[in-house]
């Protein structure tokens, strides 16, 4: 397996702009991960889907934001509109078993806004 | 919230020396797990130790788990250059949640 797959690895937008993240999950694995990573946050977890259904998108900063999950090999993370402080890494990360196994994170979206 | 609390911040020793981080964390815990991230990638898995283990090993690593104390520590051994990376725990707590809580990790760096 490739692993866990996000794709744009850069995105650099206008504010206001809808921004639109995608991730695809390890093969077999029932849960699926999105993080936001800032120097002054850290790593947040914004949602979590167990298959595809979300489970707690408690995380999630504001209505602006909006994650699906329509299938068991695709995610998709959407911003809109997006604001310059949505500028961070975000992640997407799957797993087997939850907390219970080990996380595999993709290699991240670094996302600009302007 | 965060749930785990990485000791210290960062860290830089020389090529051959040992670096120990600390975690220290809040509620109960199934278990507790290490990551290495390297500068501009993901994060990478390392360890997982259970809320019955004490300690675990991994090649030149060493995890302990102290629950009553609700801390954890990383030891690298014989530490390389290419061990240079922020190192981050994350806690599976208790009570029903799937969810992994991240700490800010640790930067570690290994001058050669």
Partial sequence: DAGVIQSPRHEVTEMGQEVTLRCKPISGHDYLFWYRQTMMRGLELLIYFNNNVPIDDSGMPEDRFSAKMPNASFSTLKIQPSEPRDSAVYFCASSSLGGATEAFFGQGTRLTVV | ?112
């Fill in chain 2, 1 to 112: 919230s965060q749930q785990g609390e990485e000791d210290p911040q960062a860290l830089s020793i020389q090529e051959g020396e040992n670096a120990t981080m600390n975690c220290s964390y809040k509620t109960s815990i199934n278990n507790l797990q290490w990551y290495r991230q390297n500068s501009g990638r993901g994060l990478v898995h390392l360890i997982l130790i259970r809320s019955n283990e004490r300690e675990k090993h991994s090649g030149r690593l060493r995890v302990t788990l102290d629950t009553s104390k609700k801390s954890s520590s990383l030891l690298i051994t014989a530490s390389r250059a290419a061990d240079t990376a922020s190192y981050f725990c994350a806690t599976f707590p208790q009570g029903g949640s799937e969810k992994l809580v991240f700490g800010k990790g640790t930067k570690l760096t290994v001058n050669p």
